[in-house]
């Protein structure tokens, strides 16, 4: 059951949302000298079951607008779902439980720091969670739209709501410098979402889902893929700057120079596999300039 859970909610993924809780946390202890353990903990339970959450209920919707099933039948498409509803290894209801359990789970972490903390510490996740779940759930469906609206909410939800609630829930106020440390990390989570949008875009057009892969078509698309790494880059150095990284902070963006070379391998238009590199470069980009920063910020707060 373990071993099936992980593969449903795609646990492989969650470090995605727990580096930018653990800079948030980190941020307190270097700009305040708080940091409260068991504090970060409920934070991070919270922030982990809030994302598998976003995985599922994702998973739950593309599977009922049928967006996961023309994945898997067309043929050059890469399905980046977890499969349990297309193949039917689970139920959709058994699904759905398990969904809305996640869900339960992190409510009952933000209500817990919430109580300790303050009331922002509630808004900021009960704002993430309404992102997840409108991301592609009637009537908003962010991911749908096409519009810039799905890279917005995921820049949110996956940079600035979980960096600046975990500095909130470890001090009980805001600083701007956590707004500053969000970006870089929440515009290269941005683009590990926008990215993957290249590997089924044939199929999500067929579906209806208007991402701007679709919209723009792949060439506009990869330009923007580009930029959004170029301006990951300049906040990372805004954010030193601002004193929100100290100044070895500089040694994430190394981190990024792989991905930038993968762009070069790529031509105007693609086959769906040939974006495969792509996004594991994001991947990778995202999580090791996310752990550089996370070091430094640790080697700051203890000198």
């Given at each position: ?62 599977y009922k607008s049928g967006t996961d099933t023309a994945a898997k039948e067309t043929v050059d498409a890469v399905s980046t779902n977890s499969g349990f509803l297309t193949n039917q290894v689970w139920s959709v209801r058994k699904f759905a439980a398990v969904t809305w359990g996640l869900f339960a789970l992190a409510a009952v972490c933000g209500i817990v720091l919430a109580i300790y903390s303050g009331i922002w510490a509630f ?181």
């Amino acid at each position: 059951m373990l071993k099936q859970f992980r593969k449903a909610s795609r646990l492989s993924v969650v470090p995605v949302m727990l580096i930018p809780v653990a800079l948030g946390a980190l941020g307190a202890f270097v700009w305040d000298g708080v940091f409260n353990v068991w504090l970060f903990l409920i934070t991070l339970v919270g922030a982990a079951a809030a994302h598998l959450f976003s995985n599922m209920i994702n998973d739950l919707w593309d599977y009922k607008s049928g967006t996961d099933t023309a994945a898997k039948e067309t043929v050059d498409a890469v399905s980046t779902n977890s499969g349990f509803l297309t193949n039917q290894v689970w139920s959709v209801r058994k699904f759905a439980a398990v969904t809305w359990g996640l869900f339960a789970l992190a409510a009952v972490c933000g209500i817990v720091l919430a109580i300790y903390s303050g009331i922002w510490a509630f808004v900021f996740g009960a704002l993430g969670g309404l992102i997840a779940y409108f991301y592609v759930a009637p009537p908003l469906k962010f991911g749908y739209r096409g519009k810039g609206y799905s890279e917005i909410a995921i820049l949110l939800s996956f940079g600035v709501l979980p960096v600046m609630g975990a500095y909130y829930v470890q001090t009980s106020h805001l600083d701007l410098r956590a707004l500053l440390l969000s970006l870089p990390i929440g515009l290269l989570t941005t683009l590990i979402l926008f990215n993957h949008h290249f590997l089924h875009w044939q199929a999500d057009r067929q579906a209806g889902k208007r991402t701007l892969v679709v919209v723009w078509g792949e060439k506009r698309a990869l330009a923007f893929s580009r930029y959004l790494l170029f301006l990951a880059a300049v906040m990372l150095i805004v954010s030193v700057l601002a004193g929100a990284l100290p100044v070895y902070g500089l040694l994430a963006l190394p981190a990024m120079i792989p991905l930038y070379q993968v762009y070069g391998k790529l031509k105007p238009q693609n086959s769906s596999h040939a974006y495969l590199p792509l996004m594991g470069a994001s991947v990778k980009s995202a999580q090791l300039s996310g752990l550089i920063m996370i070091v430094c910020l640790v080697i700051q707060g203890l000198i």
